[in-house]
Each structure stands twice: as structure tokens, then as C-alpha cells.
């Protein structure tokens, strides 16, 4: 089902339709300032494994997840005062951040390294999700690694993913460029993939 929300001022009685749909282990595709994402609670592990056989992804490779703010983040990753500054700096915003997880964070979702990788878009829909639900989401793009690009319309990702997704967030046009990846990790910044963010 597609669920058309406003990105400049989201209504809360449809956010929170789709909040109750992660709540009980769904899975959704929604809008970030980068591109559509897929996603569901990051304390359901059924659902993480779900999106892994969707995404046809190896568990070697964690998502990303959401955060809604610069003190959610605190909560999943360990942050020196390095790193602080340069989370301040750019989030939110198209930026995902490699940084160590805390105990929060599943297993399943840490590197060997028990890094984890954070974001904050910079998109009022991704954070309102976030803020109900009140635990990150899984982040990862709305497109099979099979694909050569990211479904560009509500419409076609239903589609790319009917019977697998559960609900579909029509938030308008997102860029439809992955965000940067930026390892924290020992206080050195290292962009690991050069994406929309501008570091």
C-alpha cells in the first residue's frame, strides 16, 4: 500500500499508520534526502533478515541506521569529542557515519570491528518516523543489487518489491544519489564512498 505523506509538513495520523506497521515487524520503503530507502525497527531481527533476502545481501555487510538526532546517535555509537564536532557539523544532512556501536546496537547489524554506520537525513519524514517509532531504523536503498538503478517513483518500488514490502512511503522526489560514507573510526575522517554529502 502506498501512503502519500507530505515531505514539508508530514501528517502524523499517516505516520503514525505507518509506525504501527514497523511496530509489528513490517517493512517499508521510504523517502530520505538521498534516496528511497527500505527499512523496519532495528530490535526485530526476523524483519533485518528479511530485508538481507530481499536485498540478496550477505550478513558481512550491515545497514546503516537512523537516527533522529545527534543524542539518539549517542545511544548506538561510542562518539569522541573529534567526532562530535564533526556530526555537528554535518548532520543532519547526506552523510552516513561509520563509528563504533554500542550494546544497543543487534549483532547483526555490527562489523566484525563492532562498527556500525548512522544516519541523520536531512528529510522530515525519515525523522518523524524515527521520533514515533523511538528506535532507528534500518536504512538501506530502495533498489535490488540486481538493478542497475534505484526505482525512481513510489510506484515502481511498490512494484520491484510487491509481497515483500508491507507499506510504501510517497514522500515526492529524493535525488536518488547514495549518501557519502564516512569512517570516524580513530578520529581520522576517511570518505569511504563518495556519494551526495559534500565533505
Do not use: W
Not at 517513483?153 to 536518488?176: L, R
Amino acid at each position: 500500500m502506498i501512503y502519500s505523506i507530505n515531505p514539508s509538513n508530514p501528517q502524523e495520523r499517516l505516520l503514525n499508520k505507518v509506525v504501527d506497521i514497523v511496530k509489528q515487524g513490517g517493512i517499508i520503503a521510504y523517502p530520505t534526502d538521498t534516496q528511497y530507502g527500505l527499512g523496519c525497527d532495528i530490535s526485530q531481527k526476523k524483519s533485518i533478515e528479511k530485508i538481507y533476502k530481499i536485498k540478496q545481501r550477505s550478513l558481512k555487510t550491515p545497514f546503516s541506521i537512523i537516527c533522529a538526532d545527534l543524542t539518539h546517535i549517542s545511544e548506538y555509537a561510542i562518539i569522541s569529542n573529534a567526532a562530535y564536532r564533526t556530526l555537528k557539523r554535518l548532520l543532519p544532512g547526506p552523510f552516513t557515519f561509520v563509528l563504533p556501536g554500542t550494546r544497543l546496537v543487534p549483532q547483526i547489524m555490527l562489523t566484525k570491528r563492532h562498527e556500525v554506520g548512522l544516519r541523520v537525513p536531512n528529510h522530515p519524514i525519515a525523522i518523524a518516523l524515527v521520533k514515533i517509532l523511538g528506535r532507528p531504523l534500518i536504512n538501506t536503498s530502495a533498489k535490488l543489487d540486481l538493478m542497475e538503478a534505484a526505482p525512481a517513483q513510489p510506484e515502481d518500488i511498490e512494484k520491484a518489491f510487491k509481497g515483500t514490502v508491507d507499506a510504501v512511503i510517497d514522500g515526492g522526489p529524493v535525488p536518488g544519489v547514495p549518501s557519502t560514507l564516512v569512517s570516524l573510526i580513530d578520529d581520522e575522517p576517511i570518505i569511504l564512498r563518495q556519494g551526495l554529502g559534500v565533505f
